[in-house]
């Protein structure tokens, strides 16, 4: 089955930084988009970035824009959010997502299959 597994999640001082990791397998990993969203506590969930299956384009959300960075390792069928300059908003739980098709996109629906979530917390 397809599955994805999201690491990396931990308590930092804002200003720090912390690299999440997405392990997905049972999938054609290079022909699926990838996404991370984020949801904290009583909150919706909210678009943070894709990454199309290629690695070379993606979007970001303006919250984080020039702060986060995704990039994939397709030969290891896994993707990275490198986050730096953390807030206190930042802090969620980050999920990490298989989109249904190549192409980015910013919307939860376009992704079938999410992992478990990786708790982030920014300390101000």
């Known amino acids: 089955q397809v599955q994805v597994v999201e690491s990396g999640g931990g308590l930092v001082q804002a200003g720090g930084s912390l690299r999440l990791s997405c392990a997905a397998s049972?999938?054609?990993?290079?022909?699926?988009?990838m996404g991370w969203f984020r949801q904290a506590p009583e909150k919706e969930r909210e678009f943070v970035v894709t990454v199309s299956g290629s690695g070379r384009v993606a979007d970001y959300a303006d919250s984080v824009k020039g702060r986060f960075t995704v990039s994939r390792d397709n030969a290891k069928n896994t993707v990275f959010l490198e986050m730096n300059s953390l807030k206190p908003e930042d802090t969620a739980v980050y999920y990490c997502?298989?989109?249904?098709?190549?192409?980015?996109?910013?919307?939860?629906?376009?992704?079938?299959?999410w992992g478990q979530g990786t708790q982030v917390t920014v300390s101000s």
């Open positions: 049972g999938l054609t990993f290079s022909s699926k988009a």
């Open positions: 997502a298989a989109g249904r098709y190549t192409g980015i996109s910013t919307s939860p629906s376009k992704y079938d299959t």
